[in-house]
């Protein structure tokens, strides 16, 4: 059977990144085996990592996108290949791309390695990466403020020299100093580790 990584993270096929992210996060703290007892927390754990990294990955995406768009506009033969292959969910050639294959593969091997360590530890990994997510977003807003900012300090500066008012300059010029202040924090690399 195709393995429906959008289901599995509960999410729409239109997602932004940060909503895979933010998917991730809430399934594998829910369904880590060390913190759910449930019979199958370990193998939906690791179906979870595995839909999470297909899908995050954007080259990965595209071709699981594709598999998944073959699939769904010609959903009996692919039924008909896939459980007459094997319905096993290990299986390792769920997909007709040999890449994607091979990405799943060591997508599900990650999850079981997550999945055997201990909760604590695993929630240091998600911490991280909800810190990555905070960093970015608060870049992407700076961003934005620093280009409002800008035009606001141009616009500024073009109509006070009509109205020759000197507050409307300083108030043009810090804003134009902020924007650009922004924009730098906007732009700084992540500093290695």
């Known amino acids: 059977m195709f393995k429906n990584f959008y289901k599995r993270l509960g999410i729409e096929r239109n997602v932004t990144k940060q909503e895979i992210k933010k998917a991730y996060r809430k399934l594998a ?3 880590h085996p060390d913190k759910n007892k449930n ?3 370990h193998e939906i754990f690791v179906e979870i990592n595995e839909a999470y990294l297909i899908l995050y990955d954007d080259e990965a995406r595209a071709k699981y996108d594709k ?8 959903k009996t033969s692919y039924y008909n ?3 007459n292959s094997s319905t096993n969910s290990q ?8 890449d994607l294959n091979r990405w799943a593969k ?3 091997k990650q999850g079981d ?4 360590m201990k909760f604590s530890e695993f929630s240091k990994i998600i911490i991280g990466y909800i810190k990555e997510t905070g960093i970015e977003l608060g870049k992407a807003l700076a961003s934005f403020y620093s280009v409002v900012f800008i035009l606001v300090g141009i616009i500024g500066i073009a109509s006070s020299s009509k109205n020759n008012s000197s507050n409307i300059i300083l108030l043009s010029i810090v804003s134009l100093i902020l924007g650009i202040i922004l924009f730098g924090f906007s732009k700084q690399k992540k500093k290695p580790q």
């Open 39 to 41: 019979l199958d927390a």
């Open 67 to 74: 598999e998944y768009d073959n699939f769904m506009s010609n």
């Open 113 to 116: 390695e997550f999945a055997k």
């Open 91 to 98: 299986n390792s050639s769920d997909f007709d791309d040999i």
């Open 106 to 108: 060591n997508a599900r």
């Open 29 to 31: 703290l829910q369904f």
């Open 81 to 83: 290949n896939f459980t």
